[in-house]
């Protein structure tokens, strides 16, 4: 019996510091109260998760807790009760928001706990706020576009002396063939 006990203590320690390294890796993670919600769907959600690099993991409150000592959770004992699943996000901190976001339409009894957005507490309105960012591909479009702008109006400026130059030459053809 005391054999089976220390590898389930062992066992737990494992997933603790394994739960640690993830949180400390992961420049987002989510924590989510999922009543009710469907096996089906939850595996949707995972697979949907899986392609923008995060994850999600179901975890006794008990070992979530200890796993965020030295995090701002460990703070908000509270938030470590009922039902929990974690998502870590380890790329783009907005594409596992957005995801969230969309799974949880129509979900009432499912709601956002909070989490921790590159370190720092994140409550269920912060996670929110930055689901409805755009994504890191948009705004680096929206700065490609920016930074070209003024390089694209330029071209269009020196493109526009020569087409004016063509214009007044023409002009002036077209008077003297007339006078002439």
């Known amino acids: 019996m005391a054999v089976l006990e220390r590898k389930s203590i062992q066992k737990k320690k494992e997933i603790v510091q394994e739960l640690k390294e993830k949180i400390e890796k992961a420049p987002i993670v989510i924590l989510l109260d999922f009543k009710k919600i469907d096996a089906n769907s939850v595996a949707d959600f995972r697979k949907a998760l899986k392609k923008e690099n995060a994850e999600m993991k179901v975890v006794k409150n008990t070992l979530l807790y200890r796993a965020c000592n030295g995090t701002p959770?460990?703070?908000?004992?509270?938030?470590?009760?009922?039902?929990?699943?974690?998502?870590?996000?380890?790329?783009?901190?907005?594409?596992?928001a957005k995801l969230l976001k969309e799974f949880l339409k129509g979900k009432e009894e499912a709601k956002i706990k909070a989490g921790l957005v590159e370190g720092a507490f994140a409550t269920a309105k912060d996670i929110e706020a930055v689901a409805s960012l755009p994504s890191k591909e948009q705004l680096i479009a929206q700065l490609l576009a920016v930074m070209q702008a003024p390089i694209t109006n330029f071209v269009r400026v020196l493109n526009a002396l020569p087409q004016k130059t063509v214009m007044v030459l023409n002009a002036i053809k077209e008077q003297k063939e007339k006078q002439g």
Request: proline share 4%.
């Open 73 to 96: 959770l460990y703070d908000k004992i509270d938030i470590f009760k009922e039902q929990t699943a974690v998502i870590f996000g380890y790329g783009d901190i907005v594409a596992p």
